[in-house]
């Protein structure tokens, strides 16, 4: 069985949004056209409480892109985003939710990020979603969404690290590029640590599109 895992298609995280990536509604139609390919198709979505501490806003002084120590965690500073029940954190609503079988939210906790569609970035707590891909049979990961550098980069090495066998689809993933370059070295990083970099049309059998 394979799933594929949409991570953070989500308003604030394309153009126009509250930490936009350059480029990030273009992953919607890719991801759209490739829905019927897989057995399950399961969401995560960034969903963070207005009191969230990976928000600058909440520490007096501090700009995004700081670095502070959360939690004992290296921690950047980001605007404000995806806050619960606000239409930042929706979906792009051009994204196909009809075979969407499940959503995993995360961020939740006010003192922890959440990055990877499996756990926090303390890995304390799990998001259900290790949990549904066991119940499923599912061993085969496929990942795309936004951001590359970010929660498509710590989901696909978590899955790795799991033991699925993973593949980031990179053209229905776009990065956040703090830094010129953070794309690149994160596609480098997770193709060394055993994940598979593909292309949305390696996953057509005929020229389709
Ligand atoms: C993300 C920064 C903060 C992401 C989420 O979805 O990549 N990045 N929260
Ligand atoms: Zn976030």
């Known amino acids: ?5 949409i991570v953070d298609v989500q308003n604030d995280f394309c ?5 936009p990536v350059q480029e990030g509604d273009r992953v919607v139609p890719v991801i759209n056209r490739l829905l019927d390919r897989f057995d399950r198709v399961v969401a995560t979505q960034d969903w963070h409480p207005p009191g969230h501490l990976s928000f600058a806003a909440n520490h007096p002084g501090r700009t ?3 670095v502070i120590q959360l939690a004992g965690l290296e921690q950047v500073l980001w605007p404000v985003h995806c806050v619960q029940d606000t239409p930042g954190a929706e979906f792009h609503p051009d994204l196909d939710l009809s075979r969407i079988q499940a959503v995993f939210r995360k961020g939740v906790d006010p003192e922890v990020d959440s990055y990877s569609g499996f756990f926090d970035n303390g890995r304390r707590r799990s998001t259900g979603l290790e949990e549904y891909l066991r119940r499923e049979g599912v ?3 496929y990942i795309g969404g936004l951001a590359t550098d970010y929660c ?3 989901t696909a090495l978590d899955a790795v ?3 699925f066998r993973t593949w980031v689809i990179e053209d229905a993933c776009r990065g956040v590029e703090l830094r010129p370059g953070d794309t690149a070295a994160a596609l480098a990083e997770m193709a060394q640590t055993g994940v598979q970099i593909i292309h949305s049309n390696d996953l057509c059998r005929d020229p389709c599109f």
Do not use: F, Q
Request: aromatic share 4%.
């Open 64 to 66: 995004p892109g700081e």
């Open 152 to 154: 498509v980069r710590w």
């Open 1 to 5: 069985m394979n799933c594929l895992v």
């Open 161 to 163: 690290r799991l033991g």
């Open 15 to 19: 153009p126009g949004g509250a930490l």
């Open 139 to 141: 061993e085969e990961v």
